[in-house]
């Protein structure tokens, strides 16, 4: 088969039936929402507070940009084989959302130190990587096949819409304290909290009862591994790891290159986080319909048109508004739609687990692609970084296609 293939469900006398979003979507989506808000408050003013603030190299920034994603990313395998072993798939995102909301008050004890901060992230990076894939595990279990792209689309409008909400938080935060980075660390932890209560309230489990508590074990994780369709997607989602650039590099490089107030750097991240939200949905809905491996791989060529921007003849506002809208379309084209397309790929019984590995992979190529673009804008300077990052782009745009557009057995 193909995996961009889309399954639709079918009513018994043959019809389609009409698909909705399950009410455990939205209430999932909830607690991305208000999760989001907080995390973003936080990441809206770190990259300007650690390059300008502390004076940290590009390099260094990389190292601490990739391991914001990357260096805690085996514990979501960890996380996805216990959650499938015991059928608790809302403990464990539970736990991974605790965990990162102590990590806000944290951020203010370790103070300036760049190597406090660091560990920090580390910790709050383990809780995110604890709770993503139980999350959308529980997605998948939730919404018919046929309609994985729509409920992905739905949660990641919602979750972008905490995204689009939490530097503008941030933002009145900071007037009103008289710009201080620490009331926003306490604010950040108190709607943190809120999250974990809404996700104890609201969510429901979801468990396989084919599959009951204790029968998923490490030969079943090989038989995972073995299956040739789970690993052109894993290796596919490593290749596009590897040539995403962070967005604070982005942002980074359009403050630099326009000149932009320190003041307004957390609102480069709400124009993003805006073309995200609205475009999330509708891109779900038309991947559903039209193929999954063909939209995530349009966003990686709106990803390639952003590195391009940072470099090319255009200037002013117009590259800032192309740059963000291309930006924002990147990743309500790839986010949910990658996690639709595997959906239906993997076993039920161990789906939290493939999709931690598929995420897992992404985060660990993730890391390697921050350091390295780091120290290529070091050594090469911003533009020679940016044209091979543009060039890499296009060569793993094809390489995936191949990848994902294969038959399997």
Same mark, same amino acid.
């Given at each position: 088969?193909? *995996? ?59 190292? *601490? ?7 805690? #990313? ?41 190597? =406090?901060? =660091? ?27 046929? %309609? ?64 009951? %508590? ?52 957390? +609102? ?28 995530? *791989? ?5 990803? #390639? ?20 809208? +291309? ?13 639709? *397309? ?47 990052? #543009? ?19």
């Amino acid at each position: 088969m193909y *995996l961009s293939t889309v399954s639709r469900p079918v009513s018994a006398n043959g019809g389609r039936v009409h698909s909705r979003v399950a009410a455990n979507v939205f209430a999932l989506g909830a607690v991305s929402l208000v999760t989001d808000i907080s995390s973003e408050m936080v990441t809206a003013i770190l990259p300007v507070y650690l390059v300008v603030g502390l004076h940290l190299s590009p390099a260094a920034y990389g190292v *601490l940009d990739g391991l914001y994603t990357g260096a805690t #990313a085996l514990l979501r395998i960890v996380g996805g084989f216990i959650a499938d072993r015991t059928q608790h798939r809302k403990l464990v995102a539970g736990v991974g959302y605790a965990t990162s909301a102590l990590m806000k008050p944290a951020l203010l004890l370790v103070g300036p130190s760049a190597a =406090g901060i =660091g560990a920090v992230i580390a910790f709050d990076r383990a809780g995110k990587g604890l709770r993503s894939a139980p999350r959308d595990a529980l997605i998948t279990l939730s919404s018919p096949p046929g %309609s994985l792209g729509r409920a992905f689309g739905v949660h990641r409008a919602m979750d972008s819409a905490g995204a689009f909400l939490g530097p503008l938080v941030a933002l009145g935060v900071l007037a009103m304290s008289g710009q201080s980075f620490d009331a926003v660390f306490v604010a950040s932890f108190c709607i943190a909290t809120l999250a974990v209560v809404l996700l104890g309230l609201y969510v429901r489990d979801q468990r396989n009862p084919l599959a009951p %508590s204790g029968t998923v074990s490490l030969r079943s994780f090989r038989e995972l591994v073995g299956d040739p369709a789970v690993r052109r997607i894993i290796l596919a989602a490593s290749l596009l790891g590897l040539v995403t650039v962070g967005d604070g590099f982005v942002y980074l490089l359009l403050q630099k290159r326009e000149d932009l107030s320190i003041a307004w750097f957390p +609102l480069l991240a709400v124009g993003t986080n805006l073309v995200y939200l609205l475009l999330a949905a509708p891109f779900g809905a038309l991947a559903d319909r039209f193929g999954r491996v063909r939209m995530m *791989l349009s966003g990686y060529v709106a990803l #390639a048109l952003v590195y391009l921007m940072l470099f090319g003849p255009v200037t002013g506002w117009p590259m800032l508004v192309a740059t963000l809208f +291309l930006h924002g379309v990147f990743y309500a084209a790839t986010d949910g739609v990658l996690m639709a *397309l595997a959906g239906p790929v993997l076993p039920e019984g161990m789906r939290t687990t493939g999709i931690a590995m598929i995420q897992t992979a992404q985060a660990l190529c993730y890391l390697v692609s921050s350091v390295a673009f780091g120290l290529a804008w070091q050594l090469w300077g911003a533009v020679h970084a940016c044209q091979v990052a #543009a060039a890499a782009v296009a060569i793993t745009i094809g390489m995936s296609a191949v990848l994902l557009r294969r038959r399997v057995s």
